[in-house]
C-alpha cells in the first residue's frame, strides 16, 4: 500500500535490535535459541535485560541468569549479531571489575559488544541478592557518573590509570585487558531524566536510548540530548539516539490475540503502547519513529519460546529497514 511504501522510505537507516528480559523466566539455552535465530535473520543486534529478580507475577523459574555471563557465552556461541545490555545498573558491579569483563567479552565476541549503563531502580532485586541499594537516585547518578568516568578511562588509557571521586578510587591500575574495539565498547545511556542523564550522555555515550515511552517523550527527550551535546562542543550527529519498545505481531487479529494473551497482555493496550498489529501496521509505527529521529528500535520480546515471531518480524517487517 501507499502507507506502507512511504513508511519504508521513512525507515531506511533505522537498525531493529531485538531485547529481552531474562529475569521473567529463561536458561541459558532459551536465549541462545532466540539470539541464533536473531542473527540468521539478519537483526542488527541482540540485548538483555540485566536484573535479578522476576517482575510481577508468575513462576520466577529457572531462575535468573548474570547478564555478563550470559553475553560471554553468546560471544562464543554466536558469530556476527551484536551483544549488549538494556542497562546495567552500577549498583550490581564494581567499575573497575566491570571495564574488565566487558573488554573480556569484547575481546571473546571479535568486537560486538556494547555496554548499556544506568543507576538502576529495581530495590527488591537488591534486597533479596544482599546487594547494597544507595537512596536517594542522586548518590546512584553520581555512581553512575564515576563509573563512566572510571570505565571509558580504563579502556582508553595507554598508561597507568587513576581516578579520585567520592564513591571510587582507582589508583596506578595497568587498565588491561583491552577491549577489541578501540577505544572502547560503545556506551548505551537510557532514561528520561532532564538534565543529568543528556549530560551524561553527551559525555560519555555512544547511544541515547528511551525505553517504553509515548514519542512525543522520545522527541522532548531527544532535543535534550542534542542539546547538551552542542552545550559541551560534541556534534550532535555523532550519538545515536533510539527507543526500545515491547513488540507483538500477527498476520492476523487470531494471532495477534494470542501472542499478547501469551505475554499476559491485552491488545488494545499494547496498540496504545507498544508496537502491536500486523506486519503492515508495524513497519508504520517504526516509520513515525524513524522520522522522529530514532535510528534504532530495541524490540522487546516476551515469549522467548515463541520463535516464529521472531522469524515472522525478520520476514516482513525487518526489510523494510535493509
Known amino acids: 500500500t501507499k502507507r506502507v511504501s512511504t513508511a519504508r522510505r521513512r525507515l531506511r537507516a533505522m537498525l531493529l535490535r531485538i531485547f529481552t528480559e531474562p529475569q521473567q523466566g529463561a536458561s541459558y539455552d532459551d536465549l541462545l535459541a532466540v539470539a541464533l535465530v536473531a542473527e540468521e535473520s539478519g537483526f542488527d543486534a541482540f540485548f538483555r535485560s540485566d536484573h535479578y529478580l522476576r517482575m510481577g507475577d508468575g513462576s520466577p523459574l529457572p531462575g535468573p541468569t548474570d547478564a555478563w ?19 546495567s545498573p552500577v549498583t550490581f558491579r564494581l567499575p573497575g571489575p566491570l571495564a574488565v569483563s566487558v573488554a573480556q567479552v ?10 548499556g549503563l544506568g543507576s538502576g531502580w529495581f530495590d527488591a532485586e537488591h534486597t533479596a541478592y544482599g546487594i547494597p541499594y544507595p537512596e ?3 548518590v546512584r547518578f553520581d555512581m553512575l557518573e ?5 570505565v571509558s578511562g ?5 598508561a ?14 595497568p587498565a588491561l585487558p583491552k577491549p577489541t574495539q578501540r ?21 560519555y555515550a555512544a547511544e541515547w536510548n528511551l525505553p517504553f515511552a509515548p514519542l512525543a517523550d522520545f522527541v522532548a527527550g531527544r532535543d535534550r540530548v542534542l542539546a547538551a551535546c552542542e552545550a559541551i562542543g560534541r556534534d550532535p550527529g555523532t550519538i545515536v539516539t533510539s527507543a526500545a519498545q515491547v513488540v507483538c505481531v500477527g498476520e492476523n487479529d487470531a494471532e495477534i490475540a494470542r501472542r499478547a ?17 500486523t506486519p503492515a501496521e508495524i513497519v508504520d509505527r517504526l516509520g513515525e519513529w524513524a522520522s522522529a529521529g530514532a535510528e534504532r528500535c530495541y524490540l522487546q520480546v516476551l515469549d522467548l519460546a515463541d520463535l516464529d515471531h521472531v522469524r515472522l518480524i525478520a520476514e516482513h517487517v525487518l526489510p523494510a529497514v535493509a
Open 69 to 87: 555471563i550470559t553475553l560471554a557465552g553468546l560471544a562464543r556461541d554466536t558469530t556476527t549479531i551484536r551483544l549488549g545490555t538494556l542497562v
Open 261 to 277: 494473551a501469551a505475554i499476559g497482555r491485552e491488545v488494545d493496550e499494547l496498540r496504545q503502547n507498544g508496537l502491536c498489529g
Open 154 to 158: 580504563l579502556w582508553a588509557a595507554d
Open 106 to 115: 569484547d575481546q571473546m565476541s571479535g568486537g560486538r559488544v556494547e555496554l
Open 136 to 138: 536517594p537516585i542522586g
Open 183 to 203: 577505544p572502547g565498547p560503545p556506551i548505551v545511556m537510557g532514561g528520561s531524566g532532564k538534565s543529568r542523564t543528556p549530560r551524561l550522555a553527551a559525555a
Open 160 to 173: 597507568p590509570f587513576s581516578f579520585s571521586g567520592d564513591h571510587y578510587t582507582v589508583v596506578d591500575s
Open 146 to 150: 564515576e563509573q563512566l568516568a572510571i
